[in-house]
Nanobody, 119 residues
């Protein structure tokens, strides 16, 4: 059974940093896309950052220059380094991966991790 497990959320003061991790477990063939989304209370879930299989990255305008997405060489773990955090970054953060596994290609989501930035 394929699962994504997240870690690294918490409470931080404005201007601080956090690093989120998300690791896939289970029998997989490949990971095509890895990204991070977030959902603040009363708001829709939004894409924060993405890294594709060729290493290309893109970011939401609101986090450019502050957040960095990366992955390990095995392409089983994705990270989100968050610097210069702002109160408006407070949300539940979810990782998502587009994975080739039995019986085919589909996306998988992590359980979510709370990030709270105090002013």
């Amino acid at each position: 059974q394929v699962q994504l497990v997240e870690s690294g959320g918490g409470l931080v003061q404005a201007g601080g940093s956090l690093k989120l991790s998300c690791t896939v477990s289970g029998r997989i063939f490949s990971v095509n896309i890895m990204d991070w989304h977030r959902q603040a209370p009363g708001k829709q879930r939004e894409l924060v950052a993405r890294v594709t299989s060729d290493g290309s990255t893109n970011y939401a305008d609101s986090v450019k220059g502050r957040f960095t997405i990366s992955r390990d060489n095995a392409k089983t773990t994705v990270y989100l380094q968050m610097n210069s955090l702002k109160p408006e970054d407070t949300a539940v953060y979810y990782c998502r991966m587009l994975i080739v596994a039995s019986p085919g290609l589909r996306d998988y989501w992590g359980q979510g991790t709370q990030v709270t930035v105090s002013s």
